[in-house]
């Protein structure tokens, strides 16, 4: 399998969980809700400062990294709300929106997609006045998506911490950190290493593709998960990976011995039926 196939089979994996069930994310995504309300006057003030600056007829917002639920739409409805507000202060006509969401291609788009009818209807908006327009832009964030300065406000919450891939040092078949799914105070410095440059690659390449698509003055917020201190290794970011990586473990050893048990016991009825 080239490289390219297996980035492919690696997007169809990593999405998070679809639907409105009680085991989606729709319904297990409070936290980053949390985390967005920590930015949400900053992400305002931002937007404000923005068209006030710039006074534009159109304003084209993008979400890197949307998932999909109540919160997909979440941080292009408040700068929206806040710019909208700004017109008002001025007497001046609200501009069009534009709106991307993006994510890998295999997120719930759908879910999302059914749920903007409510979501124009509670800013009041009807089809002949229409003033916000959205769209669904599927891809990794970690390359080019939209053209050449034509986004106005960019924004990704809860996202970046994702890498773009898993380090190549660390690729199947490696030996480096093995029998762990993640940094642990046992594993080879060359595994924090890896990881360090794995996410200076992607990020560094996120950060040059919006800045070609972003017009000039445009604005950017990032928030993502981060550590407090300098080791890899605390307890206070591995211990949740930690029991993850236990459970694992013995989830894999359980399925080997049934298999080797099932198979053994395949072979013993193949003898006796062989030479019965």
């Known amino acids: ?33 949390v985390i967005a309300s920590f930015t949400k006057s900053m992400r305002k003030d931002l937007a404000r400062d923005y068209y006030r600056d710039h ?13 999909t639920g109540p919160n997909a739409i ?22 069009e929106f ?23 209807l509670s800013q009041g908006g009807d089809t002949e006045g229409q003033l916000c327009f959205i769209l669904g ?21 809860s996202s970046l911490h994702w890498l773009s891939e898993v ?19 046992t594993s080879n410095p060359s595994v924090f290493d890896a990881y360090k440059k794995q996410f200076q690659a992607g990020f560094s390449l996120f950060l040059k593709c919006r800045g070609v698509e972003m017009m000039k003055g445009g604005v950017m917020v990032l928030t993502f998960m981060a ?19 236990v459970a694992l473990m013995d989830l894999a050893s359980v399925v080997h011995a049934r298999t080797f048990n099932y198979f053994w016991l395949f072979w013993i009825e193949l003898t006796r039926t062989t030479y019965h």
Not at 4 to 30: F, H
Not at 74 to 95: K, N, R, T, Y
Not at 167 to 185: M, T
């Open 137 to 157: 832009a599927p891809g990794s964030f970690y390359g080019r998506l939209f053209l050449s300065r034509s986004l106005h406000y960019v924004v990704s919450s």
């Open 1 to 33: 399998m080239s490289r390219n196939d297996e980035q492919v089979q690696l997007q169809r994996v990593l999405r998070m969980n679809s639907g409105v069930g009680e085991t989606s994310y729709a319904k297990n995504s409070t936290m980053q809700k």
């Open 74 to 95: 979440l941080m292009a409805s408040d700068a929206i709300q806040s710019i909208i507000s700004v017109c008002s202060d001025l007497g001046h006509p609200p501009p």
């Open 55 to 67: 006074l534009s007829d159109k304003v084209v917002i993008a979400d890197m990294g949307c998932s």
């Open 167 to 185: 380090p190549e040092v660390l690729q199947e078949g490696s030996v480096v950190n093995k029998g762990r799914i993640c940094i642990s105070k």
């Open 98 to 120: 534009q709106v991307f969401l993006n994510d890998l291609p295999w997120n719930d788009f759908n879910s999302i997609f059914r749920s903007l009818g409510d979501y124009y």
């Open 227 to 245: 550590r407090r201190g300098s080791d890899p290794s605390a307890e206070e970011d591995c211990y949740m990976w930690e029991l993850l990586a």
